[in-house]
């Protein structure tokens, strides 16, 4: 985990994306200060915090939840418990603990790889780096329904609502004059994306809006710090795989077979291309005029993720 000035009082909480839960998080120092997202568990978020701390000694007024994701909400409870403000759209406090709650992840992670079928077996390792021991679901109380416009001792902030695209809540947090934006999971940089609820067509609109703001920096959810740049090989990614889905859907294939066919070509260095899985999936689900809030079945998303995985490493699927 790493800070970075990314302008003058502005600050990027980093950690390199080695799967699912490697978040990123921000920090705006005007104000009081303004936290953008939490972490998976409460060390991480502990440790975000004790960042923080060397640029900001108290603890921050207000923080804003860009979605309802647990790895962006699931350490709001150590800011709510200092007096902070908590601050998201209204979906993301009506959505945040619908998904696979803390005592499901950590029952998860902690299992012993027999007792598990093998295809969720390497998304428990993956929750084996975490500890949801003590957390607390925590929604944002201060509910954004389109936008909301702060002013933190003359430094403007915007925070803008583009869903329903990676999940239905989300907002990006937009500081104009410092040319930084801060895109919550509507941007993964250099790795693969994960479409949940929403729609392809509101992910790709909200991704050109954070093109047309111009700015300088992009802080993703996950992944390095960006420009337009990678804004835009991510709108490319999922408009590429949501064409190559729409003729393998027609053709009668079922979304596996349809991931194993798309080549990937500039995408397949992302991290974790079998995330693809989750997109195919989306995009079929979209094809059979699904409503963009529709439950989706995880476990046969993450069954075909573990099958793409095998597929792309030369193993048996």
Do not use: K
Not at 26 to 46: E, N, Q, S, Y
Not at 215 to 232: I, R
Not at 244 to 255: I, L, P
Request: glycine share 10%; proline share 7%; with cysteine.
């Amino acid at each position: 985990m790493q800070l970075t000035e990314v302008a003058p009082g502005v600050f990027a909480c980093l950690q390199p994306d080695r799967g699912l839960g490697w978040s990123n998080s921000g920090l705006v120092r005007a104000g009081g200060g303004m936290v953008i997202d939490t972490h998976w568990d409460l060390p991480t978020t502990a440790r975000a915090m004790d960042l923080f701390a060397t640029v900001l000694p108290e603890p921050a007024r207000r923080l804003v939840n860009t979605h309802h994701n647990g790895d962006h909400c699931y350490g709001n409870q150590l800011y709510a418990e200092v007096g902070t403000e908590l601050i998201g759209h209204r979906l993301c406090a009506e959505y945040l603990g619908r998904d696979a709650g803390p005592g499901f992840l950590q029952g998860l992670g902690t299992a012993a790889p027999e007792s598990l079928p093998e295809f969720l077996r390497p998304f428990a390792e993956a929750l084996s780096a975490y500890d949801f021991t003590g957390v607390e679901v925590t929604p944002p109380t201060t509910l954004v329904e389109d936008s909301l416009e702060l002013d933190l001792d003359g430094t403007e902030v915007r925070i803008v609502y583009l869903g329903p695209a990676h999940t239905p809540g989300d907002v990006i947090v937009h500081l104009p004059a410092h040319g930084v934006v801060f895109t919550g999971d509507l941007l993964f940089h250099q790795c693969t994306p994960i479409g949940w609820e929403g729609t392809s067509e509101r992910w790709l609109a909200a991704l050109d809006h954070i093109v047309a703001l111009g700015a300088e920096v992009v802080v993703p959810g996950h992944g390095p710090l960006a420009t337009n740049e990678g804004v835009l090989a991510m709108r490319d990614y999922l408009a590429y795989v949501f064409a190559e889905a729409r003729q393998h859907y027609d053709a009668g294939r079922s979304a596996l077979d349809a991931a194993r066919r798309i080549e990937l070509g500039p995408y397949a260095g992302w991290t974790e291309p079998e995330r693809l899985a989750f997109n195919v999936h989306r995009a079929y689900r979209e094809f059979a005029g699904e409503p963009w809030d529709a439950p989706v079945d995880t476990m046969a998303v993450f069954a075909d993720m573990d099958a793409l995985r095998r597929h792309f490493s030369g193993h048996a699927a």
